[in-house]
């Protein structure tokens, strides 16, 4: 089995995160390639600002939202992170969620969909990047890149795309999808015997 975990970034009232990300769920869940898909609002999640007086390589978790955030975070074969551009970079909750853990992320691949205004939320990705990259994970290079995403949120609430951003989504998946694939050996092969 493989699960794509897709994890909505933006905690802030009135986000356009959900929508966006019910919609690339649906996507994800029609792509054939994966057999579960995972949705993590951090909203809903709840993580407290890193409460935990280990370092998280060690796995030695005190507190029971971060063992059940380690669970959801190991079961996952790869991310899709959707992400706002918040001053030029990524936003704290998602660093949070993200610093709470360290082997759970270990090499497996991460997408990004991310939004903003002229930007498309790239600066956020670009940043976010350099952490993922420091855990060990593979960021992939196709990305749905979202410009002036408020203008595609209709009057019923919902996230309406462009065709190029539409367009966007099926390399992402496909390039998720064989990552996940190739990575799972390699994760296979560092086992200790």
Do not use: C
């Amino acid at each position: 089995m493989t699960t794509l975990q897709i994890i909505i970034a933006s905690t802030r009232p009135g986000r356009v995160g959900l929508p966006v990300a019910g919609w690339f769920a649906e996507r994800a869940r029609a792509h054939d390639a994966f057999d579960r898909v995972d949705v993590v609002d951090l909203a809903e999640l709840g993580l407290p600002f890193m409460d935990e007086p280990h370092h998280p390589r060690l796995r030695r978790y005190e507190h029971r939202h971060t063992r059940d955030w380690s669970e959801r975070v190991d079961a996952a074969d790869a991310f899709a992170l959707v992400t706002p551009e918040y001053n030029h970079s990524f936003n704290a909750p998602l660093k949070n969620a993200i610093d709470y853990l360290h082997l759970e992320w270990d090499r497996k691949p991460v997408g990004f969909v991310s939004y903003g205004g002229v930007a498309a939320g790239t600066r956020a990705v670009q940043m976010t990047k350099q952490i993922v990259l420091a855990l060990r994970m593979v960021p992939i290079n196709d990305a749905v890149s979202i410009p002036f995403v408020k203008s595609m949120i209709g009057d019923d609430g919902a996230f309406h795309p462009t065709p190029i951003v539409e367009e966007s989504v099926q390399p992402m998946l496909d390039e998720l999808a064989a990552v996940a694939a190739a990575m799972r050996s390699v994760r296979e092969a560092a086992q200790p015997a």
